[in-house]
């Protein structure tokens, strides 16, 4: 496009995957982040009623599914699909990935509470 290469998956070192398992990953990226939005959504709008089941329910499913994702992925997904000279590179995006998570749980926190945590 453009007047450029199409890229070249065997030159591109900031892949870990194969093109169809990456487009994979961005449609489960796109829609976490859709379903961490409404999460936040659900959570403002139903402040401070820790009787709502629903809200305790969230903040469980957000503390123990992406680490559980995080250990499938290194566990499963990246032995049998993942590129072994990139394991650099996938070892980083994880640590990336696990840091974005715990900023997430800080933001559903003050959209469930409305005040930062120690505060």
Same mark, same amino acid.
């Given at each position: 496009?453009?007047?450029?290469?199409?890229? +070249?998956?065997?030159?591109?070192?900031?892949?870990?995957?194969? +093109?169809?398992? &990456?487009?994979?990953?961005?449609?489960?990226?796109? @829609? &976490?982040?859709?379903?961490? %939005?409404?999460? $936040?959504?659900?959570?403002?709008?139903?402040?401070?009623?820790?009787?709502?089941?629903?809200?305790?329910?969230?903040?469980?499913?957000?503390?123990? $599914?992406?680490? @559980?994702?995080? @250990?499938?992925?290194?566990?499963?997904?990246?032995?049998?699909? &993942?590129?072994?000279?990139?394991?650099?590179?996938?070892?980083?995006?994880?640590? @990336?990935?696990?840091?974005?998570? $715990?900023?997430?749980?800080? %933001?559903?926190?003050?959209?469930?509470?409305?005040?930062?945590?120690?505060?």
């Amino acid at each position: 496009m453009f007047g450029w290469p199409p890229p +070249r998956d065997d030159h591109d070192w900031t892949t870990v995957y194969p +093109r169809a398992v &990456g487009r994979a990953f961005q449609v489960v990226s796109v @829609l &976490g982040v859709a379903l961490l %939005i409404a999460s $936040a959504w659900w959570l403002v709008t139903h402040q401070c009623d820790p009787a709502n089941r629903f809200s305790i329910l969230i903040g469980c499913f957000w503390i123990v $599914a992406p680490p @559980l994702f995080f @250990l499938f992925e290194y566990f499963y997904i990246y032995p049998r699909w &993942g590129r072994p000279d990139r394991l650099e590179y996938f070892k980083i995006g994880q640590e @990336l990935a696990s840091k974005c998570w $715990a900023a997430s749980l800080v %933001i559903l926190y003050v959209c469930a509470t409305g005040k930062l945590p120690g505060a």
